[in-house]
């Protein structure tokens, strides 16, 4: 059980050019998420996916496409990088307990990109 | 907007010592969610601590526990006993309907030894 996994640890583009960061997660989750972490910011969500086939804007989503590949999977790709998309990216699941109705997030070690 | 605030952007405690770290959060909601989350320097988020907000009982986790005010919506972490381990950012997180989280600014807490 690796729990969630990100893909790159750190990327390095330059402006205009594209990439996919990858997420998946062997829990069985059902809710998946992407934020992106800046000094000051805190975590702002650029999507979500409350369950495979569906995906929904955050606070931050322009610049951003997202794709709930199954289950396991939740891409976030850049079309066309910007210096202002330099970040930490976190990824995160969740899913409720059934007992207790707590829902409890999970998220991956993060993948740092530099624009330049 | 419902925002999620941390009014201390660092925050720094003697070995042994307690400290109380502070999240305060705007909502219309009756019902959710909040958690403490702890970011090591290895950027990994560790939940700390859950509290629902219907549950008047403060959560507590060994060393750490809230302090839950509903009326005033206002979310403390405090942190006893405070070791090495806990130097780390630390982020208040919101969770509503829909499963929409929204976290704080982040506190950045150092362990003096």
């Known amino acids: 059980n690796a729990g969630v996994t990100q893909t790159p640890k750190f990327q390095v583009l330059k402006t205009g050019q594209s990439m996919t960061l990858q997420c998946a997660q062997d829990m069985n989750h059902n809710s998946m998420y992407w934020y992106r972490q800046d000094p000051g910011m805190g975590l702002r969500l650029i999507y979500y996916s409350a369950s495979e086939g569906t995906t929904d804007k955050g606070e931050v989503p322009n610049g951003y496409n997202v794709s709930r590949l199954n289950k396991r999977e939740f891409s976030l790709r850049l079309e066309s990088a910007a210096p202002s998309q330099t970040s930490v990216y976190f990824c995160?699941?969740?899913?409720?307990?059934?007992?207790?109705?707590?829902?409890?997030?999970?998220f991956g070690p993060g993948t740092r990109l530099l624009v330049l | 907007a419902q925002t999620v605030t941390q009014s201390q952007p660092e925050m720094s405690v003697q070995e042994a010592e307690t400290v109380t770290l502070s999240c305060t959060y705007d909502t219309s909601e009756s019902d959710y969610y909040l958690f403490w989350y702890k970011q090591p320097p290895s950027r990994q988020m560790i939940l700390v601590i859950r509290?629902?907000?219907?549950?008047?009982q403060n959560a507590t986790e060994n060393r750490f526990s809230v302090n839950f005010q509903k009326a005033a919506k206002s979310f403390s972490l405090k942190i006893s006993d405070s070791q090495l381990g806990d130097a780390a950012m630390y982020f208040c997180d919101r969770e509503t309907s829909g499963s929409r989280l929204t976290f704080g600014e982040g506190t950045q807490l150092t362990v003096n030894p």
């Open positions: 995160a699941s969740m899913i409720p307990d059934t007992n207790t109705l707590q829902e409890t997030q999970y």
């Open positions: 509290q629902e907000a219907y549950k008047q």
